[in-house]
C-alpha cells in the first residue's frame, strides 16, 4: 500500500511564506512526476506546480516566480515553498504523485488528503 500525507499548511498574511511537504510511503519501487495541485471553493482543481523524476519543473502562470517545487529522491518526499502569499493562493493543496509500487508493473496515481491553506491579514 502506499500513501501521501500533506503537511505545512496554515494561516498566513499576504506577502508572507509557506513551505507545504509531501512524503510517500509504502511499498514503493520507483516515483515518476509529482504534482501539486490546489483546489479554491468554488472552482476547479488546477496543477501549480510539477517536478518530473528527473528534475525539470513546471507552474502555473499564476505562481512563477513565487512558488518552488523539489524533490528528495532519497527521503521520497516532495516540497512547495510559497512566497509573496496572495489571497488568491487560498485553496486546499493537493499532492499527486505517479507512483510504481511493488508488485505491480504499471505505474499508478496517488494523491493526498489536501492541505488547507489560507492568506489573509
Known amino acids: 500500500q502506499v500513501q501521501l500525507v500533506e503537511s505545512g499548511g496554515g494561516l498566513v498574511q499576504p506577502g508572507g511564506s509557506l513551505r507545504l511537504s509531501c512524503a510517500a510511503s509504502?511499498?514503493?519501487?520507483?516515483?515518476?512526476?509529482v504534482g501539486w495541485y490546489r483546489q479554491a471553493p468554488g472552482k476547479q482543481r488546477e496543477l501549480v506546480a510539477r517536478i518530473t523524476s528527473g528534475g525539470r519543473q513546471n507552474y502555473t502562470d499564476s505562481v512563477k516566480g513565487r512558488f518552488t517545487i523539489s524533490r528528495d529522491n532519497a527521503k521520497n518526499t516532495v516540497a512547495l515553498q510559497m512566497n509573496s502569499l496572495k489571497p488568491e493562493d487560498t485553496a486546499v493543496y493537493y499532492c499527486?504523485?505517479?507512483?510504481?509500487?511493488?508488485?505491480?508493473?504499471?505505474?499508478?496515481?496517488?494523491w493526498g488528503q489536501g492541505t488547507q491553506v489560507t492568506v489573509s491579514s
Open positions: 509504502g511499498s514503493i519501487v520507483s516515483i515518476n512526476a
Open positions: 499527486n504523485a505517479v507512483i510504481v509500487r511493488v508488485g505491480s508493473r504499471y505505474p499508478w496515481d496517488y
